[in-house]
């Protein structure tokens, strides 16, 4: 497997600013959180040792450039998901990036963010974050574009992490359909998601995303369990507010 060259990414980083956008408000402190196979960035304001975790879970970032080729570090441009985790006014709220965003540890490899960008690898990382943060609480679980797939994978695998609610948002949920629907090379090294899982959920999807496309969303997702979004792209959703309930 081909890895990346470190000085490279470390200068691409550099020239690109990727993380210049993600100045948080002071009551979120920046904890990064290390697993077996990766450390992963986390931004978390917890103020209450009772009441259930809302975590927040990045999309797939910028893995590609314009012309489709994959780049050389996957943190996010785009500050949707930052902006609607410092909104919730909730107790307690965390952040958690994708694996090698923010962070290019020296496990992270290329398909870390590419065709194995849903693997179990990168499963496992998420869900060993989220029991350290959880630890043992019960949360509400809300993925973001390929996050809401890495989510709905982390609660099928793992029964012993106590989610209440997961919430998708724009939600990449099974990616054979997403790469066939775009004529796109398939993600032959990541695990897919056959079917939700049995707890209680939401999907907000937007009428103009042309990311994840509507007629994908209602192929996976069951009418009462879709609230779709007019005039909503996929990383512009407005003032969207989540149904925590």
Not at 85 to 110: E, G, L
Not at 221 to 228: C, G
């Amino acid at each position: 497997m081909c890895r990346m060259n470190m000085r490279l990414i470390f200068v691409c980083m550099i020239l690109s600013g990727c993380t210049r956008h993600y100045t948080w408000n002071d009551d979120f402190e920046y904890k990064p959180v290390t697993t077996q196979q990766h450390t992963i960035a986390t931004w978390q304001k917890i103020t209450d040792n009772k009441s259930p975790i809302h975590i927040y879970v990045e999309g797939d970032g910028h893995a590609y450039f314009a012309n489709g080729t994959p780049g050389p570090d996957p943190t996010p441009h785009d500050i949707f998901m930052r902006d609607l985790t410092m909104r919730d006014n909730s107790q307690n709220v965390v952040y958690i990036a994708r694996p090698c965003q923010f962070i290019m540890d020296n496990k992270c490899y290329f398909h870390d963010w590419t065709d194995a960008r849903f693997s179990q690898n990168n499963i496992d990382s998420l869900a060993n974050t989220i029991r350290k943060i959880a630890n043992g609480r019960s949360i509400i679980l809300i993925g973001y574009s390929g996050g809401a797939l890495m989510t709905g994978l982390v609660i099928k695998q793992n029964p012993d992490i106590r989610v209440k609610k997961w919430i998708t948002i724009a939600g990449l949920l099974n990616h054979h359909d997403w790469t066939e629907y775009f004529n796109d090379s398939p993600l032959d090294k990541s695990l897919d998601l056959d079917a939700l899982p049995n707890v209680p959920q939401i999907h907000y999807v937007g009428t103009d995303d042309n990311v994840v496309p509507i007629t994908l969303s209602k192929k996976w997702i069951p009418e009462e369990k879709l609230r779709i979004i007019n005039d909503a792209t996929h990383s512009n959703f407005s003032n969207l507010k989540l149904d925590f309930d």
